[in-house]
């Protein structure tokens, strides 16, 4: 694999600014570029390369983020790292120009994870001509594009599928274990409780443990990715806000940040205030909300939440109304800030996720705008690319805490996961 992923690397750096030369087959995942998108896209590029016959034609897997944001999805390059790739051999959405290619006649789209393009790639629609993917469909169906979509788990369990059926000469132990791995994590350790293990996820993982019995252990792997999630050790200050969050626009342009560490620990970082203070206006934000989730020994969730602001008028008024909020009520409970324009809160409510909470802040801007509640305040996004399903701060089955091995152990509460 990283001998392909060198050979794609090497053709795509070689072709750049080129207006003529071979076509890109190019597999591509969907913007949140989760476990699931990137493997998919990594090992469904690998089949083409070593099943098509048109030999004109470069198979190439395109991570749908930019380069600097991989560090952001830390369990990707855990992942990565275990299985033995080089992430410096990976292609990102800006170091290839997609429009520029199709423009030239030389692109052809392979949709995984997702089987419809976001509104920014509509101009690419004509050079989709396939689709495996896990989510409801939305595509209508044409008989140029072969649409593989089925309701399980992980798009990985139907790209192992097609490996298994169609090319099992080439399932190796590097492909079994990122398939392995992915599959695991969509369905949250294969565990019933959690509403998202299909017989077929089933299935093939049972089939890649039986052809590769070295795999390790479901519950230490899943485990290891969850750690891998949390672990925020390696990113700066911004890459810390960047790496889950969501803007919202109103007469106040706010955004809210998750955050992987207790609150208190996140206030001692040294010249946050500065950071925070840069970052905002960077983003041209007037509130940065944060909201941090750690968890106990008894792996109980505990939520904090802070607010920055140099506007005191501006954070004392959303502080006001989410300490009054009551659908859900959040429980704020004040505790100590070391700096002046950080208000700071436990959350006693600790299943009110952010999913919860940005209702609440659109609440907050409807009422300070003056518009009607039924009015659907604008979310926007800017840059940051949309949560991933299995995110851990989105409402979905971990909000409880990281299921244990035994699946027995997992938490009542399990919610049905956002799609992409």
Known sequence: MNDFLSTCHAAVKASDGLPSG???????????????????????????????????????????????????????????????????????????????????????????????????????????????????????PSPSCPITVETVGSCATLVTERL????????????????????????????????????????????????????PPRGALFQALHNAKFDVSGLNTEQMLMKDMKMLKGSLFMAVSVLFLPIEAFLQRVELEAELCSFCHKLGLDLLVLMSISFTEAKQPVRELALFSHSAPCREQVSHFLERAGDPPLDLRPISSPHAHVAAYHQGNALASRKKLLPLLKDFLRARDGEDKDDEAEDERGRVPPTPANSLVEGCPLDAGPPSISAHALHEKFSKMNPH
């Open 22 to 140: 071979h076509p890109f087959h190019v597999v591509l995942g969907n913007e949140a570029c989760d476990l699931d998108s990137m493997v998919s896209s990594l090992v469904y590029a690998y089949y083409l390369s070593k099943t098509r016959g048109d030999e004109e034609v470069l198979s190439v897997p395109l991570l749908n983020i930019r380069q600097g944001e991989l560090l952001l999805r830390s369990d990707n390059v855990f992942l990565l790292r275990q299985a033995g790739l080089s992430p410096d051999f990976l292609l990102f959405r800006d170091q290839l120009d997609l429009a520029a290619l199709w423009r030239a006649g030389r692109l052809r789209l392979t949709l995984v994870d997702q089987n419809v393009l976001p509104s920014s790639d509509a101009d690419l629609e004509g050079a989709v001509v396939e689709v495996i993917d896990h989510h409801a469909l939305e595509r209508n």
């Open 164 to 215: 298994i059926h169609k090319a099992p000469h080439i399932l190796d132990q590097q492909l079994a274990q990122l398939l392995y791995a992915t599959i695991l994590t969509d369905c949250v350790n294969m565990a019933p409780e959690a509403g998202k293990v299909t017989a077929k996820d089933s299935q093939y993982v049972a089939t890649l443990e039986a052809r590769f019995p070295s795999l």
